[in-house]
């Protein structure tokens, strides 16, 4: 399957783009073919074993397409990519770098704009830019509030929801006041994922939207207001602490650690980045028949996550070529389908082709997947700061 637009595959023009010490013009012909051959090491997160088949799968296809090897670094937090960077910089390694391309969002990709950590901007001058849905998705160039100024490129959309066994738990609780009275009446019956984990992380900011004066201020970097503004999201945390799983002692590892608890039975409720993960769960055996997605009735979090090239890197080619295949029909329905991963598409479905359009209709979307009318209002990622102070207050808290 084709993965660019014939008219953009023709000529692909992109002007005074950093390049080494430099800048120079080239086309995607010149891309591609500095692009074959490389090796491209990419930084991402591992926790999860259907993402990491997906990004197999990918390695397979640039590699069959563009002769591109992709290797998977798999991490457990994404800043361990983000110190690996900022450590060759400070050292003088300034070409020839050991990552490639990270898959990154938030406050980790704040902090390698900020240090001038990045590669680019390329990411709006690859072909399959085009087919992105930035009039409708405008978080594909707001990072947490951060403009991306083309210096990460989009592959996928995330809105935080929540999972339950309707045989278990018919009613789930739909606000985190809510979560709060069945944690009391169920002691041990919820848990989230200790932060830096980034389901445990959002999972703070979404008490932190629910319980502050006013919200709105998280769009703007945390300042002296930080201690008044998050002093109702401790309260709260210090109640539901006692009554998670384990006393508040244990946490859950990752997402996925949380989601074999609620197969196990040991938690009433799962979290989750990806509308489509019970569905994908259910299909590889990893929840019951059962189980159903809902959302909070005030909104949930949502936002894009992206994947970035160091400005050091040694196989920028092949990164771009990487980041453009992610970006294609083919590979976006692919990670849409829960049987492979569940995670909505970038694109806009409508401005594709029909072979294009073709894979999203064909589908499987299962029984527990809400409908796009049914996962409900959607809440802007608060400024990174938020999170940075939010995390290591937490960590001095809660943390073991």
């Known amino acids: 399957m084709r993965t660019i637009p014939n008219f953009l595959a023709v000529l692909f ?6 390049w080494g010490a430099g800048a120079q013009s080239f086309d995607w012909a010149d891309v591609t073919a500095k692009a074959r051959g490389q090796e491209v090491f990419w930084n991402a997160w591992g926790g999860d074993e259907r993402i990491n ?7 397979q296809r640039v590699q069959a397409e563009y002769g591109v090897t992709l290797r998977h670094v798999k991490l457990s937090d994404t800043a361990e990519a983000v110190r690996k960077v900022l450590a060759e910089k400070t050292a003088g390694r300034h070409e020839g770098g050991s990552v490639d391309l990270i898959w990154i969002n938030g406050e980790n990709f704040k902090a390698m704009k900020d240090q001038d950590l990045l590669f680019g901007p390329f990411a709006e001058q690859l072909p399959n830019f085009a087919l992105v849905d930035v009039e409708n998705k405008p978080t594909v160039r707001l990072d947490f509030t951060v403009p991306t100024d083309g210096l990460e490129a989009p592959w996928g959309m995330a809105k935080l929801n ?3 066994d309707s045989a278990m738990l018919a009613d789930p609780p739909r606000s985190m006041a809510a979560i709060l009275a069945h944690a009391k009446a169920h002691p041990g019956r919820v848990a989230y994922p200790a932060p830096p984990d980034f389901i445990g992380s959002t999972f703070l900011k ?3 939207y629910e319980t502050a ?3 709105s ?4 970097p945390a300042g002296a207001n930080f201690d008044a503004v998050t002093a109702p999201m401790w309260a709260f945390l210090d109640e539901l602490t006692p009554h998670l799983w384990r006393g508040g002692k244990v946490w859950p590892k990752n997402g996925p650690a949380l989601i074999r608890l609620l197969d196990d039975g040991e938690v009433d409720i799962a979290i989750s980045f990806y509308p489509a993960e019970a569905s994908s769960a259910i299909a590889a055996g990893l929840l019951p028949e059962t189980a159903r997605s809902f959302v909070l009735a005030a909104g949930t979090i949502g936002n894009t996550h992206f994947v970035a090239i160091p400005y050091n890197a040694k196989a920028p080619e092949g990164a771009m070529v990487v980041a453009n295949f992610l970006m294609s029909p083919e590979a976006q329905a692919r990670k849409e389908n829960p049987e492979v991963w569940g995670d909505n598409t970038v694109l806009a479905v409508d401005r594709i082709d029909a072979a294009g359009r073709k894979l999203f209709a ?7 997947t809400l409908p796009p ?5 959607t809440l802007p990622e608060p400024h990174p700061s938020w999170m940075t102070r939010i995390e290591e207050a937490w960590l001095a808290r809660y943390g073991s």
Do not use: K, N
Not at 53 to 59: E, K, L, P, R, T
Not at 373 to 377: K, V
């Open 362 to 368: 064909d589908l499987p979307r299962g029984a527990a």
């Open 53 to 59: 088949a997906y990004i197999a799968w990918v390695g």
């Open 13 to 18: 023009a992109v002007a005074a783009m950093p």
């Open 162 to 164: 929540f999972i339950h």
């Open 213 to 215: 004066t006013d919200p």
């Open 373 to 377: 009318e049914a996962l409900g209002r």
């Open 206 to 208: 979404q008490v932190v």
């Open 217 to 220: 201020v998280l769009q703007q």
